[in-house]
Each structure stands twice: as structure tokens, then as C-alpha cells.
């Protein structure tokens, strides 16, 4: 019932920007938890950014750099990426939980808690 998809990823320079967006169908609500998630080979999938019906929240090696934000009007999740750095390179994907409230404590760990997931987007930072 709840559709996400990704659009925005691509190929940029160390040090520049890109703009995710997350289309979202359905019943989802302003006040649900919904957050962007990456996943370099060869490694586990970790959260990003989260935002909910509070402080939006962000990984530590992204913090100060990214901005997750989200307009109800359009019902899309964005994610404003800057000072990209080569580190920041995979696959990310756009997440939602079904439930309102709180994001999961966890979701740094990879999003295990989250119902619907986009198809994902590629981002790759080069040096």
C-alpha cells in the first residue's frame, strides 16, 4: 500500500552536492518515521538520517554535511547531500516505518525495523 521511490543519485566530484528525493504513495503519515539508508560492497547496510514527528536525526559521519527534510505537500523525503566525500559511495535507499511515534533507537544499525523500502538510488563520489 505504501510505495517509496528514489530519484537524485549520481555521479559527482569530492566535494560537491546531490539531492535525493523519496516520492512517497499511500497512507503514509506526516508523523511516521522515515529515514535514507546506504550500502557500500562489502559492507552492511547503515542508516543515514531519520526524521520523524521531532529533531531529525543523523549518523555521525554525515552530520553537519547532509539534511534530511520533508515536504507534506508533495509527500517526499529529501536528502541534501554536501561536501560529499568518496566515503559517502553506494546505494542508498529511502525507508518508512508503518507506525507513527519515535524513530527505532537502532536505526543506525541498518533499518531492520522499517516496513517499506524504495528501489534505491546510486551515489558515487569520486576523488
Known amino acids: 500500500q505504501v510505495q517509496l521511490v528514489e530519484s537524485g543519485g549520481g555521479s559527482v566530484q569530492a566535494g560537491g552536492s546531490l539531492r535525493l528525493s523519496c516520492a512517497a504513495s499511500?497512507?503514509?503519515?506526516?508523523?511516521?518515521?522515515m529515514g535514507w539508508f546506504r550500502q557500500a560492497p562489502g559492507k552492511e547496510r547503515e542508516g543515514v538520517a531519520v526524521i520523524g514527528r521531532y529533531m531529525p536525526a543523523y549518523a555521525d559521519s554525515v552530520k553537519g554535511r547532509f539534511t534530511i527534510s520533508n515536504d507534506n505537500a508533495k509527500k517526499t523525503l529529501y536528502l541534501q547531500m554536501d561536501s560529499l566525500k568518496p566515503e559517502d559511495t553506494g546505494m542508498y535507499y529511502c525507508?518508512?516505518?508503518?507506525?507513527?511515534?519515535?524513530?527505532?533507537?537502532?536505526?543506525?544499525?541498518?533499518?531492520?525495523?522499517?516496513?517499506?523500502w524504495g528501489q534505491g538510488t546510486q551515489v558515487t563520489v569520486s576523488s
Open positions: 499511500g497512507s503514509i503519515y506526516e508523523t511516521a518515521c
Open positions: 525507508a518508512a516505518r508503518h507506525s507513527t511515534g519515535l524513530c527505532p533507537w537502532n536505526w543506525r544499525a541498518g533499518g531492520a525495523d522499517f516496513d517499506f
